[in-house]
């Protein structure tokens, strides 16, 4: 599946500022036209100030069909849970101590 569509890089109130993207909830694609809303200091206005300047940082994307990715399953899982576990005790013990 593939759809063409305009996204912002997400500023909310809701969110810390710069954690990804996001679509405007009031998107409209019409032809090559995009069109929405932003109220400056609210959602999609990226510095979220009411200052009366608008930062609005977005542009057209493609979303392409999502791949999943395989797990594996238990063993590989456990396998790295005993590496990372290993590693941990290596550097614990190995770690200079203060005087």
Do not use: C
């Amino acid at each position: 599946m593939t759809a063409l569509s305009y996204v912002k890089y997400r500023a909310s109130a809701a969110a810390q500022p710069g954690m990804g993207f996001f679509l405007p909830a009031n998107l409209r694609i019409n032809g090559n036209t995009v069109s929405f809303d932003v109220t400056d200091g609210g959602s999609g206005d990226d510095d979220l100030a009411a200052n009366g300047e608008i930062r609005d940082p977005g542009g057209p994307a493609q979303f392409l069909g999502a791949e999943p990715v395989p797990a594996g399953g238990l063993a590989p899982t456990l396998a790295l849970l005993m590496l990372l576990l290993a590693a941990g005790a290596w550097a614990q013990r190995h770690s200079r101590r203060p005087s």
